[in-house]
């Protein structure tokens, strides 16, 4: 499977840093053979499609509205972000889900809509730190795919990505070990296919959380490991090109 490397911005940027940052990765692509995008803040679709055109990195959002359209204040439509080019919109990312308090039925809600206006989901998953001590990351992993499998047809499975990102991974510098990421993705990989063989085998499965050109190809070698989603080292052109040439191999 080709593998997919995004970056997720979070809210960082300005119109001159990301000016900097998205010249610096047009100008270090080649060689690069994997598919690339940047889920960059709402304010800045217009410009960073402006400032990738012609080359092969997709725009993608953050976050995208459940409703279709209508009387909610500050919410953005999957309409509106095909708009400005995107062709995904991470959904339901651990930051949201704390801060904003999108509980898994709002995240599956969310799922739902993007595939349903065309864009691809890149829907996220991962337990904390106690949850992880407590041994139970495939039970709450478990629940959050299983939440949303409920509300897709089979035919919609194939159309989403999935990020395991382990809470206490993201933005610590903490990583599990390659082998302890991929017994999750393999399980996850299971849930899929035993919904739908066919559509689940083809679904990518990233993992993100202080994914660094250090670190990234223990990860990327992994079988059902298919490739990232970056915070940090995404900010940095150099760093998020490095992570794309080993996801090129
Ligand atoms: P990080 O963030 O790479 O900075 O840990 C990843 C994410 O939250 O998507």
Redesign the pocket.
């Known amino acids: 499977m080709r593998k997919l490397i995004v970056g ?1 911005w ?1 809210m960082n940027g300005s119109l001159a840093m990301n000016t900097e940052l998205l010249g610096g990765v047009r100008s270090g692509l080649s060689g690069i053979s994997c598919d690339l995008a940047v889920c960059v803040p709402f304010p800045y679709l217009a410009q960073c499609q402006s400032l990738l055109e012609e080359t092969a990195v997709v725009l993608g959002a953050q976050d995208v509205s459940s409703h279709a359209v209508g009387a909610y204040t500050g919410q953005v439509s999957t309409r509106m972000l095909l708009d400005f080019g995107c062709r995904y919109a ?1 959904v339901g ?3 949201r889900r704390e801060f904003c308090g999108e509980t898994d039925e709002v995240v599956a809600d969310k799922v739902q809509r993007a595939l349903a206006g065309g864009l691809t989901p890149i829907l ?1 998953v991962g337990e904390t730190l106690e949850e992880k001590e407590d041994g139970r990351t495939q039970e709450i992993v478990g629940n959050q795919i299983n939440a949303v499998l409920k509300v897709l047809e089979d035919r919609e499975v194939s159309g989403i990505v999935v ?1 395991y ?1 382990p809470i206490w ?4 510098g903490k990583t599990p070990t390659p082998e302890m990421a991929e017994e999750v993705h393999a399980m996850i990989r299971n849930l899929l296919v035993s919904r739908n063989a066919e559509a689940g085998s083809r679904v990518r499965i990233l993992y ?5 050109p250090s670190n990234a190809a223990g990860f990327l070698e992994m079988p059902d490991i298919d490739g990232g ?6 900010l940095k052109a150099q760093d998020f090109l490095a992570i794309a040439k080993l996801a090129s191999i």
Not at 169 to 172: R, S
Not at 208 to 212: A, D, E, T
């Open positions: 997720n979070k991470i990312h651990s930051e996220c990020a990102e991974a993201i933005g610590t993100g959380g202080s994914m660094k989603l970056i915070g940090g080292a995404a």
